[in-house]
């Protein structure tokens, strides 16, 4: 009997490492890593967006001078914390690390890269290199010259309203977001793209338009988005430290989508530049009309109705009257912007809730409302 289970264990590996050899590239991979991880970094290319003559963040006179009550502190132990960081007034109020990160450390920011794109096309826009939100994608990119797709214009992929047919989905070791993530020719899927809906108000997320856009970028300057952020963004906010985007393979594309990979003293200077509506030490560096279009709601529907959680890329939080942008990813990666404590919030972490109110993960109002005990 024991011989005969021997033997059938032996038969299903080996018919378990037929199927796995012939799955196509990305499957295969996403098999072997199981999930998406924060240092992901390490599993791809990578092209270096490279910091120069940094500023480090100045520390508040009150700099980790309070404590984190103890129930926000469990909520952020229970979604694996790494970093919570908070800016007020130009300077670093309060910030903590865990599990073995520091502040020197560089994690994936999964979606919340796509906040980012938003503000370089901002910056192309002003440089006249793209001539406004309502330019036609067809103008850049030779696939969108036929039929619906036609149609999309800029402003359709910023906020998530193109009609273009993708299956955002995250578990499946098939799905398009998964051969986007695992694969290795972004440039590919683009070019096979479909439309199932006509471009328009109506709002559905998907990844991919971000992608499009990272596209749209790259034929508008002639760099790729990584060169065009090192010199019309990281080098003009002082980042401190060189940040990696992960590519779909050696010398490829930018995943656009998600992976950008930085710290959390580096990020809060994308949500201060946003704070400080696209100025830094006096130089605009993205319109401030483009930030305000940006981080107030898009005029989008779903089902008949307005949506008012959505920007160009950027989600938007209305808690206790106040409308608050930030950058997202999957895993809990945030960027929150309070203008009325002119102050900006980062957490990073490997998990968030699974629950949502408004649109809005749960862990969501945890975090915003720890900041604002700790700025009170």
């Not at 990272?214 to 060189?242: C, F």
């Not at 699974?354 to 109002?365: A, F, I, M, W």
Request: one cysteine or more.
């Amino acid at each position: 009997m024991l011989k005969k289970i021997g033997g059938y264990s032996i038969l299903v590996v080996i018919l378990l490492g037929i199927i796995y050899f012939f799955l196509p590239n990305y499957a295969q991979k996403a098999l072997l890593h199981l999930t998406a991880n924060i240092d992901d970094y390490e599993i791809f290319e990578n092209r270096t967006v490279a910091a120069s003559d940094p500023q480090p963040w100045e520390k508040s006179p009150q700099y980790n001078q309070y404590e984190m009550g103890r129930t926000y502190q469990d909520k952020l132990d229970d979604y694996e914390t790494t970093a919570f960081l908070v800016v007020k007034d130009t300077a670093l109020f309060y910030e903590k690390y865990y599990l073995g990160y520091d502040e020197n450390e560089i994690s994936n920011s999964f979606s919340a890269a796509k906040s980012i794109v938003s503000l370089l096309v901002g910056i192309a826009i002003d440089e006249g290199k793209i001539e406004s939100v309502f330019q036609p994608v067809s103008d850049f990119i030779e696939s969108f010259n036929e039929g619906e797709k036609s149609k999309i214009i800029i402003k359709n992929l910023l906020t998530m309203s193109s009609g273009i047919d993708w299956n955002e989905a995250y578990m499946s070791p098939f799905s398009k977001t998964t051969d986007a993530y695992y694969g290795n020719n972004l440039k590919k899927l683009v070019a096979e793209l479909e439309v199932s809906n006509k471009p328009s108000q109506e709002f559905a997320y998907k990844s991919i338009n971000t992608q499009i856009l990272a596209e749209v970028l790259e034929a508008a300057t002639g760099q790729s988005i990584s060169d065009y952020a090192t010199n019309r963004l990281w080098r003009k906010i002082g980042a401190e430290h060189d940040a990696l985007w992960s590519l779909d393979k050696e010398g490829g594309m930018e995943k656009a989508f998600c992976c950008f990979n930085s710290t959390a003293r580096d990020f809060a200077r994308i949500g201060q530049l946003v704070l400080n509506k696209g100025n830094w030490n006096g130089e605009q560096v993205v319109p401030a009309d483009y930030i305000e279009m940006a981080t107030m709601p898009a005029r989008l529907i779903r089902s008949g109705e307005r949506i008012p959680h959505y920007g160009y890329q950027w989600w938007i939080l209305n808690y206790n009257g106040k409308q608050i942008p930030y950058a997202r990813g999957i895993l809990g990666q945030y960027i929150f912007v309070l203008k009325d404590k002119n102050a900006v919030v980062v957490r990073l972490g490997k998990s968030r809730s699974k629950l949502y109110t408004d649109e809005h993960p749960n862990d969501v109002y945890t975090y915003v409302e720890a900041a604002y005990e700790l700025l009170k």
